[in-house]
C-alpha cells in the first residue's frame, strides 16, 4: 500500500535547509524507483506552484513540478473531493488544503501521508510519515529500497 505525499516534502526537497533537502530529495528517489510510486493530487501541484512561485519565482516553480510529477502518481481533484473534505470536524491547525489532501487520500483509499505538518497526527485513521524519520518507515513504504 503506497501513500499520499504532501506539498512540503516537495516544497523542502527545493528548499534551503540541507538535512530535510535531502531527505525529501531522497523521498522522491525512491518513489520513482518503487513499483508503486507515491500518491499526491493536483491540489498538490497547486500548492507547490503557489509557494515556490512566490518564494523563488516562477522558473524555480517549473523544476519543483517537474519532480513532483515525475516522482508521485498525480490523482485529478473532484468537486465530491471538496464537498467531503468541508464535512470533516474541525481540527486544530487543519488548514483547507489539508482537509482537501484527506478526502483525496479517502477517496483513494490511502492511510498513510508524508508531510512535515503535524496537524495531520490529529487526523482519525491517518499515519503520518515524517520526513525526518524517514529512516524508520523507509522500507515499509518501499520494500527492498536501498
Not at 510519515?129 to 527492498?144: E, R, T
Request: aromatic letters at 6%; a negative charge; glycine letters at 4%.
Amino acid at each position: 500500500m503506497t501513500a499520499f505525499v504532501d506539498a512540503n516534502v516537495v516544497i523542502h526537497a527545493t528548499g534551503t535547509d540541507a538535512s530535510l533537502r535531502a531527505l525529501c530529495t531522497e523521498i522522491c528517489r525512491q518513489s520513482v524507483r518503487a513499483p508503486e510510486p507515491l500518491m499526491t493530487s493536483a491540489e498538490v501541484l497547486q500548492e507547490i506552484l503557489w509557494v515556490r512561485q512566490r518564494t523563488r519565482g516562477l522558473e524555480s516553480a517549473r523544476l519543483a513540478l517537474g519532480l513532483a510529477t515525475e516522482a508521485f502518481d498525480v490523482t485529478p481533484l473532484f468537486p465530491d473531493d471538496i464537498l467531503l473534505a468541508a464535512s470533516y470536524p474541525e481540527l486544530p491547525g487543519l488548514q483547507a488544503r489539508d482537509r482537501i489532501h484527506l478526502a483525496v487520500m479517502e477517496r483513494l483509499g490511502l492511510t498513510r501521508i508524508v508531510s512535515t505538518d503535524r496537524a495531520f497526527d490529529l487526523a482519525d485513521g491517518v499515519a503520518r510519515l515524517d520526513p525526518a524519520d524517514f529512516a524508520a518507515w523507509k522500507l515499509d513504504v518501499f520494500p527492498g529500497a536501498t
